[in-house]
Antibody
Framework: QVQLVQSGAEVKKPGASVNVSCKSSGYTFTGYYMHWVRQAPGQGLEWMGWINPNSGGTKYAQKFQGRVTMTRDTSISTMYMELSRLTSDDTAIYYC????????????WGQGTLVTVSS | QSALTQPASVSGSPGQSITISCTGTSSDIGGYNYVSWYQQHPGKAPKLMIFGVTNRPSGVSNRFSGSKSDNTASLTISRLQTEDEAHYYCSSYTSSGTLYLFGSGTKVTVL
């Protein structure tokens, strides 16, 4: 069965960077685009960008360009999301999600990683 | 570009039908058939309920259906059940720089 398992919760100081990992299993890792979505406490969902695990190509939402980097390691079916220059507004649950090809829809979600930014 | 517009809350009694609207523009909902709907229970990750405007993933109840007219998409839940109480988010691809938008979210309450 498809599983996306993310790394554990992080606490960071303002100005620092955070790196969240997402390990995929149960399907061909390079066969599906992957995205990152975040959700601030009590708020809605926000799309951050996608990565093509096959080529490593990426596309980021304008809001995060220059601050986010998405990478992958195909040898261990894992992708990574690094967000830099953190502020308190970046406090959120970060989800990795699999793209249901051709529909811009997310059929599998990781369990989420809480990132707290606090001085 | 700001989020797609959804009503903050919708309620209904068990067995009734409810409809949640999601309003965008011709650059997103009106221009593409890439509308999806997600259900989120408290403390859980969202779950895909509808994709491509009208399609249900395997395992999703046929009580859930989606549609679109012009710049507004809708999710209808028929024969409402207590387990349907959750937040619901619409989403769409957009030709704007944002590329992908979620709705503001709707809290569904089963009375």
């Amino acid at each position: 069965q498809v599983q996306l398992v993310q790394s554990g919760a992080e606490v960071k100081k303002p100005g620092a960077s955070v790196n969240v990992s997402c390990k995929s299993s149960g399907y061909t890792f390079t066969g599906y685009y992957m995205h990152w979505v975040r959700q601030a406490p009590g708020q809605g969902l926000e799309w951050m960008g996608w990565i093509n695990p096959n080529s490593g190509g990426t596309k980021y939402a304008q809001k995060f360009q220059g601050r986010v980097t998405m990478t992958r390691d195909t040898s261990i079916s894992t992708m990574y999301m690094e967000l830099s220059r953190l502020t308190s507004d970046d406090t959120a649950i970060y989800y990795c999600v699999r793209d249901l090809s051709d529909f811009w829809a997310f059929d599998y979600w990781g369990q989420g990683t809480l990132v707290t930014v606090s001085s | 570009q700001s989020a797609l517009t959804q009503p903050a809350s919708v309620s209904g009694s068990p067995g009734q039908s409810i409809t949640i609207s999601c309003t965008g523009t011709s650059s997103d909902i009106g221009g593409y058939n890439y509308v999806s709907w997600y259900q989120q229970h408290p403390g859980k990750a969202p779950k895909l309920m509808i994709f491509g405007v009208t399609n249900r993933p395997s395992g999703v109840s046929n009580r859930f259906s989606g549609s679109k007219s012009d710049n507004t998409a809708s999710l209808t839940i028929s024969r409402l059940q207590t387990e349907d109480e959750a937040h619901y988010y619409c989403s769409s691809y957009t030709s704007s720089g944002t590329l992908y938008l979620f709705g503001s979210g709707t809290k569904v309450t089963v009375l």
